[in-house]
């Protein structure tokens, strides 16, 4: 355990940060599983709306530095791909 005050506040500080990224990049993988979920379905209007729900997110969490900006490239780009080639 950390003994200086600075020590103490940092704890705290990436316990904090921790517990957020956690929860945005848990919250992102659920987005991009229900939009691989509704394309192995066959569901292609399912699989559009959860696109377009996913797109905002992934890029939030870049944005946040959750994930790096080339990785949402690589995970937008994929996405698009397969609910693109339903048609």
Do not use: C, W
Not at 4 to 31: C, E, L, P, V
Not at 63 to 72: D, E, L, Q, R
């Amino acid at each position: 355990m950390a003994n200086h005050k600075s020590a103490i506040k940092r704890n705290r500080q990436s316990a904090i940060r921790n517990a957020r990224n956690t929860h945005i990049r848990s919250t992102m993988r659920t987005y991009v599983k229900q939009v691989r979920s509704a394309v192995s379905e066959g569901d292609s209007d399912a699989a559009k709306v959860a696109l377009e729900r996913a797109v905002p997110f992934i890029d939030k969490a870049a944005s946040k530095g959750v994930i790096h900006k080339a990785t949402a490239s690589r995970k937008i780009s994929r996405l698009s791909k397969l609910v693109h080639a339903m048609k």
